[in-house]
């Protein structure tokens, strides 16, 4: 059973929104604050967002404030991540992980399998 699992990815246009959704399973996801990566054509592994695990706190990379959102749901085992004006440079693989993921690595706690996210006119 895949611990984590990414929908919502899509292709859109730039300016447009996104909403991407993470279903945790086999795992206390209430007791773990979580984080969204992204991987970028040409870069490496890009933290993106952190939640703390009640959901109270978060912080966000630079390239991410003021347009995206991460929230969460415990009872229901999901976290989210709400993006809104998109750009051509927010096209990626995006992840969802367990922790704190500023420096992300791949060795270090649970990982999805990633939801692609393409934005293009």
């Known amino acids: 059973q895949v611990p984590l699992l990414e929908s919502g990815g899509d292709l859109v246009q730039p300016g447009r929104s996104l909403r991407l959704s993470c279903v945790a399973s086999?795992?206390?996801?209430?007791?773990?604050?979580m984080s969204w990566v992204r991987q970028t054509p040409g870069k490496g592994l890009e933290w993106v967002a952190l939640?703390?695990?009640?959901?109270?706190?978060?912080e966000y990379a630079d390239s991410a404030k003021g347009r995206f959102t991460a929230s969460r749901k415990n009872a229901e085992n999901a976290l989210y991540l709400q993006m809104n004006s998109l750009a051509t440079e927010d096209t990626g693989i995006y992840y969802c992980?367990?922790?704190?993921?500023?420096?992300?690595?791949?060795?270090?706690?649970?990982w999805g399998r990633g939801t692609q996210v393409t934005v293009s006119s």
């Open positions: 992980t367990t922790g704190n993921q500023r420096t992300p690595a791949r060795s270090a706690g649970y």
């Open positions: 086999g795992f206390e996801f209430w007791a773990h604050p």
């Open positions: 939640i703390s695990s009640d959901g109270t706190y978060t």
